[in-house]
Nanobody, 124 residues
Framework: QVQLVESGGGLVQAGGSLRLSCAAS????????MGWFRQAPGKEREFAAG????????ILADSVKGRFTISRDNAKNTVTLQMNSLQPEDTAVYYC?????????????????WGQGTQVTVSS
């Protein structure tokens, strides 16, 4: 199996930055595309960013373009989400996800492994 553990969440003021990290362990050879999703209270989980194994293909949700960047270090089995210019509407639990397929997609059901999530709260 594959285990994903997120870190880096917390409380930040509007306009601030946070850096989320996700460490993969276990059968990491099964992992190709990775992504970040988020779920705000009372809302469905939504896609934020995704990256292919090589990093050559990246998708960002329109709501985070220009503010969030995603990167990965395959040697360390980590994926990072750098979040800048945070706004209260970015408040959510952020989940790391990994897929066996290498195609980066924004669709929840294309990801096979999930972390437990880390809370990000942005105050106004």
């Amino acid at each position: 199996q594959v285990q994903l553990v997120e870190s880096g969440g917390g409380l930040v003021q509007a306009g601030g930055s946070l850096r989320l990290s996700c460490a993969a362990s276990g059968r990491t050879f099964r992992i190709n595309a990775m992504g970040w999703f988020r779920q705000a209270p009372g809302k469905e989980r939504e896609f934020a960013a995704g990256i292919s194994w090589s990093g050559s293909s990246i998708i960002l949700a329109d709501s985070v373009k220009g503010r969030f960047t995603i990167s990965r270090d395959n040697a360390k089995n980590t994926v990072t989400l750098q979040m800048n210019s945070l706004q209260p509407e970015d408040t959510a639990v952020y989940y790391c996800a990994a897929a066996k397929r290498n195609q980066v997609t924004p669709y929840i059901d294309t990801y096979d492994y999930w972390g437990q999530g880390t809370q990000v709260t942005v105050s106004s």
